[in-house]
């Protein structure tokens, strides 16, 4: 009886991957468009910014990932990790738990160092950087090491115990060397000129091998950025494709599973990926809009502001929570009470902020909106 592959790393062919490429062409160019015009803007802010933008999308990057794996982490963490990795000043640093280190050490190796060959050893060191104490929850494994499959085949699963349900089974342990080396050498190598399309398959590729005994998903999407990094030359994310996979889960999963259970020929899977990175693209004008905003009215005011008032002005363009109130003012910016109001005052004669309606002792203000040119497409 021949034998039938019941995943596709059992085709003959694999992992000769084929897809249609007259069908990925409109959205591979859509999605380079759309990459230039986004770096294209962002060159624009300044070093400053570009570093604010850069440390928003990265903290969004790692905690949506996490999240991917059913893991929430403290987003001020991540946040402070981040900036002290990238050197910004940023005030107020909260203490980092050493998993959350890890993880950021992990991702931010992948993307300031994208042009570093990928190794057995670097993948080893990511691993061990995620589960630093050699534990996934109380289960412990084997940390910078491959699976070695002791307590059984790698599966995926899901649903109640006596009813799983196996979505997945990964090649077996004694195949991991050899399987990683040929994705190490495919992904070093420069086969595949198009960087979008290797981002789709490394992340395909590395998640079907499953080489390690938990943290596939997080170290798939690091390769994923790092070589969507390449394409860009930049060091710096500023889009998060882990939080658009978050976002998109069920569509994710469904299109994977239905992958890893087809032939090599993964049109489909490179069709939804590219897509995916398409509206991770379009939805900075979202998660960065309070970037833009700044970029938009510092490049638009031609006034004078003392230090308080710059800061309570950045604070603003960064979505103050509640009503600023002359009280807030005073000490947010430790002045007097008729310190501030004389601030608030000269920046309402400039055209900066405008009396809310309310007045007597719930008065208020807000930001004079300004109209915004900045869409991405």
């Not at 893991?71 to 050493?98: C, F, H, N, T, Y």
């Not at 070695?148 to 115990?161: E, H, I, R, T």
């Not at 004078?304 to 604070?315: A, D, F, P, S």
């Amino acid at each position: 009886m021949p034998f039938t592959p019941r995943y596709i790393y059992e085709q003959e062919d694999w992992p000769q991957f084929r897809w249609n490429h007259e069908t990925l062409a409109a959205p591979l160019d859509n999605v380079h468009r759309q990459q230039e015009r986004l770096l294209g803007r962002l060159e624009s802010l300044g070093f400053k910014l570009r570093q604010e933008a850069a440390l928003k999308t990265l903290t969004e990057d790692v905690v949506k990932s996490s999240e991917i794996e059913g893991e929430k982490l403290d987003a001020e963490q991540v946040r402070s990790s981040i900036a002290r990795r990238l050197g910004m000043d940023i005030g107020g640093l909260k203490p980092v738990d050493r998993n959350v280190e890890g993880i950021v050490e992990m991702m931010l190796d992948a993307t300031r160092h994208f042009d570093q060959p990928l190794t057995a050893a670097r993948l080893f060191a990511w691993h061990s950087s995620l589960f630093p104490t050699g534990r996934s929850g109380m289960k412990p494994i084997r940390a910078g090491a491959w699976r070695d499959d002791s307590g059984g085949p790698m599966q995926v699963v899901s649903g109640p115990v006596g009813r799983e349900h196996v979505h997945f089974e990964a090649p077996p342990a004694g195949k991991i060397d050899l399987e990683i080396r040929a994705f190490l050498d495919w992904f070093n190598g420069d086969t595949e000129s198009d960087w979008v399309v290797k981002a789709g398959l490394a992340h395909l590729w590395f998640v079907t091998i499953h080489p390690f005994d938990d943290g596939n998903g997080r170290i798939a999407r690091a390769v994923s950025d790092m070589s969507l990094a390449r394409s860009e030359k930049s060091p710096l994310r500023f889009y998060s494709v882990s939080g658009q996979i978050r976002h998109e889960g069920a569509a994710y999963y469904d299109t994977l599973e239905q992958t890893q259970r087809g032939t090599t020929d993964v049109t489909p899977w490179l069709v939804w990926f590219v897509g995916c990175v398409t509206r991770a693209l379009a939805g900075t004008q979202t998660s960065l809009a309070s970037i833009f905003g700044k970029a938009a009215f510092w490049g638009s005011f031609s006034g004078e502001m003392n230090e308080r008032q710059r800061l309570m002005v950045n604070h603003l363009l960064d979505g103050f929570e509640g009503k600023l109130t002359a009280e807030k003012w005073a000490k947010i910016t430790k002045c007097s009470h008729n310190t501030a109001v004389r601030d608030i005052s000269d920046l309402i004669k400039k055209g900066v902020l405008v009396q809310n309606p309310e007045g007597g002792r719930s008065t208020s203000y807000r930001m004079v909106e300004a109209k915004s040119d900045q869409e991405i497409s």
